[in-house]
T-cell receptor
Framework: SAVISQKPSRDICQRGTSLTIQCQVD?????MFWYRQQPGQSLTLIAT?????????ESGFVIDKFPISRPNLTFSTLTVSNMSPEDSSIYLC????????????FGPGTRLTVT | GQNIDQPTEMTATEGAIVQINCTYQ??????LFWYQQHAGEAPTFLSY??LDGLEEKGRFSSFLSRSKGYSYLLLKELQMKDSASYLC??????????WGAGTKLIIKP
């Protein structure tokens, strides 16, 4: 299993500002993902963070709004840019191996409120 | 499109048994996962099925029928701490995880 930490755990931000969320894993992992979870709803994949190259974004998410970095196999950041109240959500970092049977492990999440 | 269906909410009594169903339509199939998520916490892995049949793990069991696109999670001897959301997720042919909306399970004494 992997132990994942995220910083910050929560934040309250003003409209128009940006927030960078950090994800640190205690071991080298192949796959890292960023999810968003609105209250009472399921997980929505934002993007797959690729080491040494641009992230792979899901439909509806773009790099200008959610730039992602992954400088090595244990660390990634997600920035939520030019925030609006609609960006208020929980952002989760997740990791897994590449085997089909590999489960995903999740970080504790970052609770973002945009006012 | 890809779709996973689960009941939105279920209620059960402490000590009883509950079955949470999940049906899926995905582009290919490379396994089905069940996760538990307590309010305000991250999801945690419960079970994985890739072949038809029942996988038992303590009080929790998970069943899969690939021909029917169907799975269920069976929880026995329910405890108050089992109150949580249960998420069904399918790994498609591109190895992407497709998530259901989750089933909120309420346990009553």
């Amino acid at each position: 299993s992997a132990v994942i930490s995220q910083k910050p755990s929560r934040d309250i931000c003003q409209r128009g500002t940006s927030l960078t969320i950090q994800c640190q894993v205690d071991s080298q992992v192949t796959m890292m993902f960023w999810y968003r979870q609105q209250p009472g709803q399921s997980l929505t994949l934002i993007a797959t963070a690729n080491q040494g190259s641009e992230a792979t974004y899901e439909s509806g998410f773009v790099i200008d709004k959610f730039p992602i970095s992954r400088p090595n196999l244990t660390f990634s950041t997600l920035t939520v840019s030019n925030m609006s109240p609609e960006d208020s959500s929980i952002y989760l970092c997740s990791v897994s191996g590449t085997s089909g049977s590999d489960e995903q492990y999740f970080g504790p999440g970052t609770r973002l409120t945009v006012t | 499109g890809q779709n996973i269906d689960q009941p939105t909410e279920m209620t059960a009594t402490e000590g009883a048994i509950v079955q949470i169903n999940c049906t899926y339509q995905t582009s290919g199939f490379n396994g089905l996962f069940w996760y538990q998520q307590h309010a305000g916490e991250a999801p945690t892995f419960l079970s994985y099925n890739v072949l038809d049949g029942l996988e038992e793990k303590g009080r929790f069991s998970s069943f899969l029928s690939r021909s029917k696109g169907y799975s269920y999670l069976l929880l026995k001897e329910l405890q108050m701490k089992d109150s949580a959301s249960y998420l069904c997720a399918v790994r498609d042919r591109d190895y992407q995880l497709i998530w259901g909306a989750g089933t909120k399970l309420i346990i009553k004494p």
